[in-house]
């Protein structure tokens, strides 16, 4: 589903693969499939994680070392509470552009030269911008540490923001922006969906910017940008892999330590004001195939401990397309097959408002409205009769597992507590997380499903398909093929 | 919830299978004391045990404790390069319908006791390899359970009739969506343009004409054919024991009969008689354009080479000739890259990039000088050495969870290269010399004969 690629972008190409999944005929749901737990990723076991060791420096920066010693590895992560949710109109897109001239130079190092440095000692860098955070990271030996950090540490106080590498990097971002949604219905539909859905919250901007706003950027915006929101006040450095904390709050303190802390700007809550009816919005695209997607507002989780909405809300998306049998392609792929693709997710983890997906792609010979009244039936049923202890004991199993499987990933582990704390939830949450989870009931999935998945909250998304010169395209491939 | 926890593992441009290379043709014993020209991080040897299951199944075994958690993969040489002429798409197809019907499960039953249980079921496929890679708990009744899934799947898919017609239409539908994208056409023209008649050349998802053919039969005989006993790869990483890792291999092999006779070779690839060139037209805003040749094969005695200079010319790490460039000096893409995929036989070289439309001709331009300059004059000895301290320095990467484990094992078994490839890989690439590299671009690289696909602008003005 296009649904994120849209909303976290990054500085490099992402799309390489060889061996490819067989999943692909899941055409939008392969990448929701399995999302519900794959976010509650925790830590083992139930209390908080002693692996994890934490400090806040005198200039508010905080600091998390997970320790995993199974390889030499080291993860650095660095959080930037500040994403395309603090844009304002006519600059959005500039917290994007920003994290690209990230790696444009600083007062010490030329441009490119970051990516460059690390390079040379074998390391990765790369980093993400989404609506409610930018991120930066670094995986490499864990030798080469220290150069990581005083690189990153460089880059938040340091930057140099030069007027021709800014104009070449808007001309990258504006491709990128072509590749990323342009060129893809999907991602266009979604971010039609988003502006529709959205009358006051940010989340109806871009993260990537409209292309009239990157077209007209100025530097000055860039600026404003990183004078605003880069400082050690307002992000998170994470540490994960074979480190000794210690060492690592030693090094904190001596790059990032002498860095001021500095006013941030006020954040207004921007509410979104209650929905008063059905919204519909169509998006003409080439394509071939329709689809739709339909967005609910929902609750986000605020309130790790006091919250329960979003724990059902989440083992809610995991009856519908938890596991290739769950209900949506059980009920509509495979029997009644009236769509050839279906899915589900809820986004609960966010600063601003959260939101409940479900989507489809009709089956040959029927029609968006044939399967929005599918999924009306869907929905009248499960609030009817509820969700079979069946479901919920397979959901929760795959919760549990995740949890295990997380721990496989250094990067997922440090991930996963700075976008905790991007948030504004503890940093051990995804242990809580899992544990309030297992608890959910039928009752509880049943009434959220009741109060949220109704037609005063939910914006429809269709694709249009228009054939331009596709035919001749795909005659072409199956020409050659025959061959 | 949100992916955004998820997304950014797939830019670290870590795909385990696309970074190995093999040194199975150059394989000499290391010399004791040998000193590295780079400073080598010091991993500790990975003791990866091997054995033939009494039915001649190859297992490979690397137990990791740490973690409650065991990866079973489960592979075959039924890749799409095992396509039939004219029926591409068979291939995966089986693969795709093992999972929809066993002797005693229904598809719904086997998706709901992997979830009951928290273990997950992925497939791997290429133009060589099929096959399915479980993650499960190690506990013992859990991990038995999934196994016994997996070994229905593999033992005896039922191939039920009405569901092959069913996911035929839905297959159908997605490769027709799916080939009116720039990313696809280009990416299927290039691959047919490269290997023409070759196996190589079967798309692997197959086209509506190939789909609609296919019958239960054709599956159930695919099935016989390429999925026996001998020629299985199993691998077991994780935590169990060497005793129950013999076992889960024996189980998971026990019902698949003996090959009836010798697989046949996939044939050499032949070279490029010329220089092809393809324009398609499309009306996406960007350009989407493919370039390359034939590449190495696994086990290539050129591989170290190449593999360095294709690091160099449009490798990770931000820093590659092509990103400098199309993107560091011009802003024409986002994206430009370069890669070698090494099959059994010679996999493509291929050049990637996206420009938007009107500057296309311009870019294809910058990448083909910048492909000749490599060639011509080979790399710097600055680029080399920053090239080889990058693969050797940041190596670890590529091995730090069971999971990419699981996934190098599989590799190294299916091609058959030696157990010690992965501690051995960073000095073969310490080993490589200028005069190495340049003489295997000289040899292999010279853009005299290429494919290049251009989808986007109507013609070459």
């Known amino acids: 589903m296009p649904l994120f690629h849209s909303s976290v972008l990054t500085p490099a190409r992402s799309d390489r ?10 055409a939008i749901g392969v990448i929701l499939l399995m999302t519900l737990p794959l976010v509650f990723l925790a830590p083992a076991g139930h209390a908080a994680d002693a692996s994890v060791h934490s400090k806040i420096l005198e200039n508010g920066l905080e600091v998390f070392v997970k320790v995993d010693n199974r390889a030499p590895v080291a993860v650095s992560m660095v959080w930037y509470r500040a994403g395309g949710m603090d844009e304002t109109s006519g600059t959005t897109g500039v917290a994007h552009v920003l994290e690209h ?16 440095t690390i390079a040379e000692v074998g390391g990765r860098s790369n980093a993400f911008t989404a609506a409610d955070y930018t991120g930066y990271f670094q995986e490499l030996h864990k030798s080469n540490l220290e150069l990581a950090l005083r690189l990153e540490a460089d880059r938040m106080v340091n930057l140099n923001l030069d007027d021709q590498e800014f104009a070449k990097e808007l001309r990258v971002v504006m491709e990128e922006r072509r590749q990323r949604v342009d060129d893809d219905p999907r991602a266009m539909v979604f971010e039609r969906l988003s502006a529709a859905m959205y009358v006051a919250h940010p989340y109806r901007q871009p993260v990537v910017g409209w292309m009239s706003d990157l077209e007209n950027m100025q530097l000055s915006d860039a600026r404003e940008w990183y004078d605003s929101w880069y400082a050690p006040n307002n992000a998170i450095l994470v540490v994960a892999g074979d480190v000794n904390p210690q060492a690592v709050f030693s090094l904190a303190e001596k790059y990032f ?5 500095r006013p941030l700007p006020l954040r207004k809550p921007q509410t979104e004001p209650e929905q008063t009816g059905i919204r519909r919005v169509t998006v003409k695209a080439p394509a071939r195939l329709p689809s739709m997607t339909m967005a609910y507002h929902a609750p986000r989780l605020a309130d790790v401990h006091g919250d329960w909405e979003p724990y059902a809300l989440s083992i809610l998306a995991g009856v519908l397309d938890g596991y290739a049998a769950a209900r949506l392609e059980r009920e509509l792929v495979r029997n009644a097959r009236v769509a050839n693709s279906v899915s589900s997710d809820y986004d609960g983890l966010r600063r601003g408002p959260g939101v409940f997906y479900v989507s489809f792609t009709p089956a040959n010979g029927k029609t968006v409205e044939d399967v929005e009244l599918a999924w009306r039936e869907q929905l009248a049923l499960l609030i009817d009769e509820g969700v079979s202890d069946e479901e919920l004991r397979r959901v929760k199993s795959q919760v549990v597992a995740s949890q295990v499987y997380s721990q496989d990933s250094v990067y997922g582990q440090a991930s996963r507590i700075g976008r905790m704390r991007s948030l504004g939830l503890p940093y051990d949450a995804a242990t809580s997380i899992t544990q309030r989870l297992r608890e959910v009931t039928a009752e509880q999935v049943q009434a959220v499903a009741q109060k949220f998945l109704v037609d005063d909250k939910l914006t429809v998304s269709v694709l249009e398909p228009q054939n331009l010169m596709q035919e001749a395209n795909a005659d072409h491939l199956n020409k050659a093929q025959s061959e | 919830m949100s992916l955004a926890l998820d997304f950014p593992v797939n830019i670290s441009d870590a795909h385990p299978i696309r970074r190995k290379a093999t040194g199975k043709a150059i394989l000499v014993p290391l010399l004791a004391g040998m000193l590295f020209a780079l400073s080598l991080p010091a991993l500790a040897a990975l003791e990866i045990e091997s054995w033939t299951t009494e039915n001649g199944a190859r297992v490979l075994y690397l137990e990791s404790r740490v973690l409650p958690i065991v990866d079973v993969s489960i592979e075959f040489p039924a890749g799409s390069g095992r396509d039939q002429p004219g029926m591409s798409g068979l291939a995966s197809m089986t693969l795709a319908m093992m999972r929809k019907g066993t002797r005693s499960l229904d598809e719904n039953q086997i998706s709901e006791q992997l979830a009951g249980i928290g273990a997950r079921l992925s497939s791997t496929f290429n133009p060589d390899r099929s096959g399915f890679a479980l993650r499960t708990l190690s506990d013992a009744d859990i991990r038995t359970q999934a196994l016994e899934v997996l070994r229905e799947i593999i033992v005896s898919p039922s191939f039920p009739e009405e569901i092959l017609e069913r996911d035929k239409v839905r297959n159908i539908a997605f490769i027709e969506e799916s080939q009116t994208r720039p990313n696809v056409i280009v990416a299927q023209t290039f691959q047919q343009q490269l290997y023409g008649s070759h196996p190589y050349g079967s798309i692997g998802s ?6 609609t053919a296919l019958t239960r039969d054709d599956l159930l005989d695919f099935h016989r054919r390429f999925f026996v006993s001998d020629e299985a790869v199993v691998v077991i990483v994780g935590d169990v024991s060497r005793d129950e890792a013999q076992w889960i291999a024996r189980d998971l092999t026990n019902g698949l009969p003996k090959a009836s006779s010798t697989l046949s070779d996939i044939p050499e690839v032949p070279e490029l008689a010329e220089s092809i060139e393809v324009v398609i037209p499309h009306s996406a805003s960007q350009a989407h354009i493919r370039l390359g040749m034939p590449g190495v094969r696994r086990g290539d005695p050129d591989y170290f080479a190449l593999w360095l200079a294709a690091q160099i010319l449009g490798g990770g790490g931000m820093t590659s000739m092509l990103n400098d460039e199309l993107r560091e000096k011009r802003g024409l893409t986002y994206s430009a890259y370069s890669y070698f995929s090494p099959y059994l036989r010679r996999g493509p070289f291929v050049i990637s990039l996206q420009t938007r439309k009107d500057q296309a001709w311009e870019a294809l331009d910058v990448a083909l000088a910048t492909l000749e300059k490599l060639v011509d004059e080979g790399p710097t000895e600055a ?9 050797i320095g940041g190596f670890a990467l590529n091995i730090d969870s069971n999971a990419e484990l699981a996934s190098y094992l599989a590799m190294i078994g299916f091609y058959q290269l030696p157990l010690d490839y992965i501690d051995r890989f960073p000095e073969e690439i310490d080993k490589v010399t200028m005069q190495q590299i340049r003489d295997a671009l000289g040899r292999r690289l010279a853009p005299s004969r290429t494919v290049t696909v251009v989808v986007g602008p109507a013609a070459k003005p």
């Open chain 1, 17 to 26: 693969k060889q061996v490819q999944s067989c999943r692909r005929w899941r």
């Open chain 2, 206 to 211: 197959g086209n509506p004409e190939t789909i």
């Open chain 1, 257 to 261: 330590g002498p860095i001021k802390a």
């Open chain 2, 383 to 391: 680029q080399l050495q920053a090239a080889k301290r990058y693969v």
């Open chain 1, 101 to 116: 001239m990230m790696f444009q130079g600083t007062v010490e190092t030329a441009p490119g030269e970051f990516a460059r």
